[in-house]
């Protein structure tokens, strides 16, 4: 028979300002459901940590059942797949978060995120590669291919302060381009026109022949999908960059 497993935290901690939930803490989730013996207590470890991360929590409960998972024979190779497992459920940012926990507790490294790193886990698209049109961009850029059949569709990500210069999408008939914002928060202006601000779920048509710009907030990171529209002709023409006194007045 397994060893019974016994819990005093809730006395310990809320017995006298809460007698009624240290009693169902420690007596009935410890002393009684955890000792169920239809399951054993390694799997419900498992079930414990992936049902604390689909709920979002990464404190130190989730710290404490982690301790518990490897106490009861969770390795580090089953903890990673679990981990990996339950993140294509329930989200890519709770399974970076849980996984900086699990380092911790398997006694791993683990390496200070960058600031890239760090957005990168807000949004659902990747970042891609340094923007191979830097050129017409002032500040950095990236450029990731989202589909690149039917339809062309990539995902534009600027650092925050990062604009492209001033452009037009010419075509006979048709052209032009949709921008759909899916993080961060930025602007699209056109010609003579006020700025627009794009946060998350904002798009933008802009037809052939206009003549705009588009980029980040100076205080943010922005990504938004671009998608080239079909038509006659089409080609693209990069302008001047954005002043900086034109671009500073945004806020």
Not at 33 to 40: F, P
Not at 129 to 140: C, D, H, I, L
Not at 216 to 235: K, M, N, R, Y
Request: hydrophobic share 40%.
């Amino acid at each position: 028979m397994a060893e019974k497993i016994v819990q005093t935290a809730g006395r310990e901690q809320l017995g006298e300002f809460a007698p009624m939930f240290a009693h169902l803490n420690d007596d009935i989730l410890f002393g009684e459901v955890w000792n169920e013996e239809a399951i054993d207590v390694k799997t419900k470890c498992i079930i414990t940590v992936v049902s604390l991360m689909a709920s979002g929590i990464t404190d130190s409960s989730l710290s404490y059942h982690l301790q518990n998972a490897k106490a009861h024979g969770v390795s580090k190779e089953e903890i990673a797949a679990i981990i990996t497992h339950a993140t294509m459920y329930v989200g890519w940012p709770k399974g970076w978060a849980v996984f900086r926990l699990a380092k911790e507790v398997w006694n791993e490294d683990v390496p200070e995120l960058t600031e890239k790193d760090r957005y990168q886990n807000t949004i659902c698209f990747p970042i891609g590669e340094e923007n191979p049109y830097g050129q017409f961009f002032v500040g950095q850029s990236y450029l990731a291919p989202v589909s690149t059949e039917q339809v062309p569709v990539f995902n534009v990500t600027f650092e925050p302060g990062c604009r492209n210069n001033w452009h037009i999408h010419h075509a006979k008939n048709g052209g032009g381009q949709m921008l759909i914002c899916i993080g961060g928060r930025g602007y699209y202006q056109e010609w003579g026109k006020d700025a627009v601000e794009m946060t998350p779920g904002k798009v933008i048509n802009i037809p052939a022949e206009v003549k705009h710009w588009h980029g980040a907030a100076p205080d943010s990171w922005f990504s938004h999908l671009a998608i080239e529209v079909a038509g006659e002709d089409t080609s693209n023409e990069w302008l001047e960059a954005v002043s900086d006194e034109d671009y500073g007045i945004l806020k």
